[in-house]
């Protein structure tokens, strides 16, 4: 019993330790993934309990090409879209709490649930045709026109993820998430406006109705509108994202 006491003592001594040589119930970091695919970001994470943390994330994409395109053609159904002009950007504010099962505080194996709140900035050309006739011929033509609808959708979305978190030096940590996922919702709306002065007729806009009403984008939910002023586009529908394969490098203090 004696030694048993001792060993614990010792254990306990040790960890004290530990905890006094990496210090710091705060670490600010950024996933250097991410960051090398230009979706900027960066966490802050607070120890609340010896293996219980806080932590808020923000992070920001500016808008450029659409990444994945293979991966997007097989949901979104429709031989309208320029998917080689399509772009996105986004900006997302997760928080999350984490529980550790190491013997260190903010360090180990960890269980991190988490709510993210994010806004996906959209421009997708949309290519329609119709017929009409030409001004100086008087004969029947082809008009190829393309409509560029822009908005926002917003998604909110509860989930979970596993990582390790690995204390790399007294003030330098190293996080490395495996694997996760959330499941929420969205919604936003697309408008295209036509240029000042340009002309948009009816044929126009009954071409580009049936174009926006033959997209398929399951399980999406897609209401267009097309008027003599343009074109809105209501979007809804369940969201979900897979999180995981991060490394990230962060500051502790």
């Known amino acids: 019993m004696k030694k048993l006491l001792l060993v614990l003592l010792v254990f306990l001594s040790l960890n004290a330790t530990a905890q006094k040589l990496i210090g710091g119930d705060h670490i600010l970091k950024t996933n250097l993934s991410s960051d090398a695919l230009k979706n900027y970001n960066l966490t802050f994470e607070k120890n609340i309990l010896p293996f219980v943390s806080l932590s808020a994330s923000y992070r920001t994409m500016p808008k450029s090409p659409l990444p994945l395109k293979g991966l997007a053609k097989k949901f979104i159904k429709s031989d309208a879209i320029d998917f080689d002009q399509f772009q996105v950007g986004n900006t997302a504010l997760t928080f999350e709490g984490r529980f550790y099962l190491g013997i260190q505080k903010m360090s180990g194996f960890y269980i991190a649930p988490y709510t993210r709140f994010a806004n996906f900035d959209l421009s ?120 995981g394969g991060g490394l990230t490098l962060g500051l502790r203090f």
């Open 124 to 243: 997708i050309p949309v290519n329609y045709s119709y017929n009409s006739i030409s001004t100086t011929t008087l004969k029947p033509v082809i008009e190829n026109k393309t409509a560029t609808l822009e908005g926002t959708i917003r998604s909110q979305s509860l989930g979970v993820y596993v990582g390790m978190q690995f204390q790399l030096a007294t003030k330098i940590v190293l996080d490395f998430w495996m694997i996760g996922g959330h499941y929420g919702s969205s919604n936003g709306k697309l408008e295209f406006t036509p240029l000042p002065g340009a002309q948009f007729p009816t044929e126009a806009q009954n071409a580009l109705q049936k174009t926006l009403n033959d997209i398929r984008a399951n399980p999406f939910k897609i209401k267009a509108t097309v008027t003599s002023s343009g074109a809105v586009a209501d979007m809804e529908g369940p969201w979900a994202g897979i999180r």
